[in-house]
Nanobody, 123 residues
Framework: QVQLVESGGGLVQAGGSLRLACAASGRTFSRYAVGWFRQRPGKEREFVAVVNWTGGTTYYPGSVKGRFTISRDNGKNMVYLQMLSLSPEDTALYYC????????????????WGQGTQVTVSS
């Protein structure tokens, strides 16, 4: 069993940055890949980043590549999402999710989900 709690969201001006954090509980967390997702107002949830269990492999869709960076610290059971050059289009509820298979996260699936943290970018 893995429990996930997101933090770090807030209000930021366009061009600014935020770092989201996903705190995990569970002895086997280090075996799980972790992904970040977001749901913008009126839109479906979308995948924004994934990191494999070692932290050595990451993947991003084109919409955030070069601006978002995912990383993890297995010693602290933490996963982070550094977001740069934010725009109002990045306004969304951001979730982290964990799964044993990286590919499942890339397709929007995940075994465990957090409750989300709101990011609002003002113009």
């Amino acid at each position: 069993q893995v429990q996930l709690v997101e933090s770090g969201g807030g209000l930021v001006q366009a061009g600014g940055s935020l770092r989201l954090a996903c705190a995990a509980s569970g002895r086997t967390f280090s075996r799980y890949a972790v992904g970040w997702f977001r749901q913008r107002p009126g839109k479906e949830r979308e995948f924004v980043a994934v990191v494999n269990w070692t932290g050595g492999t990451t993947y991003y869709p084109g919409s955030v590549k070069g601006r978002f960076t995912i990383s993890r610290d297995n010693g602290k059971n933490m996963v982070y999402l550094q977001m740069l050059s934010l725009s109002p289009e990045d306004t969304a509820l951001y979730y982290c999710a964990a799964d044993l298979q990286t590919m499942r996260l890339r397709t929007g699936l995940g075994e465990y989900w957090g409750q989300g943290t709101q990011v609002t970018v003002s113009s």
